[in-house]
């Protein structure tokens, strides 16, 4: 088989999905999610990264569960995550929270590996392959899930903005005493999420240290 050379950390940005909690079949019989929680990691399955077509993520993890039911596999494949973050975005002067894919075209599988199951994932439709290693896939170690998992909180638990800011770009004020006043973008902070603003007050133009989410673009 050819080799999948995919790097997760080269995934395209991330892009908004609406992202649903599809009941799915537990490996204990039981109905659950497709969850971008918590893992557990110590137990006999091992990790793995697969490559689907972007925008069928969550069908493919649907459709993973449903093989394992039909073709006898389901005590052999843990749990499948999507790893999703929360934004947001100001529509109509109102703060809109969403969550996005972190990794568009990745899902990430638990399974205890073998000849079979690997065709049986590998056979899934929109399934393009296993992440590095042709057809033998090298499993991720506990370090390398929990740093997919949880890279959001290396900026806090605060949702991240979706909209981006570019120097000179004009916006106006939504919160604070300066509501409603415009100016340009000077400087932007992108690990803060701040911005600082050049505003004309009494005739000079003073900066103004703002949030992503105090601002909005000018149409």
């Known amino acids: ?25 537990a490996e204990d019989g039981s109905s659950g999610p497709v969850t971008d929680g918590p893992v557990d990691l110590a137990n006999s399955k091992n990790w793995y990264i697969i490559h689907t077509y ?7 993890a649907e459709s993973l569960r449903g093989r ?30 969403s969550k996005r894919l972190l990794y568009p075209g990745y899902v990430l599988v638990e399974m205890e590996m073998d000849d079979e199951l690997w065709h049986a994932v590998k056979d899934t439709p929109r ?32 949702p991240k903005p979706k909209l981006t800011f570019e120097r000179n770009e004009t916006v106006r004020i939504t919160e604070g005493p300066f509501t409603n006043f415009s100016g340009k973008v ?34």
């Open 54 to 60: 972007s925008g069928f993520e969550n069908k493919v």
């Open 186 to 219: 000077d400087e932007i902070n992108a690990e803060k999420n701040t911005l600082r603003v050049m505003v004309t007050i009494f005739g000079r133009s003073t900066p103004v240290e703002l949030d992503f989410e105090q601002v909005e673009k000018i149409q």
């Open 1 to 25: 088989m050819p080799e999948e050379n995919f790097e997760i950390e080269s995934a395209q940005e991330p892009t908004e999905v609406q992202v649903e909690e599809s009941p799915v079949q």
């Open 127 to 158: 399934v393009t392959g296993f992440v590095g290693g042709g057809n033998n896939p090298v499993p991720l170690t506990a370090d390398e899930v929990n740093s997919i998992l949880y890279r959001q909180s290396n900026v806090g638990d605060r």
């Open 68 to 97: 394992a039911l039909a073709f006898g596999f389901n005590e052999r494949l843990g749990q499948i995550l999507i790893p999703t973050e929360e934004v947001f975005e100001l529509r109509n002067g109102k703060k809109v929270t």
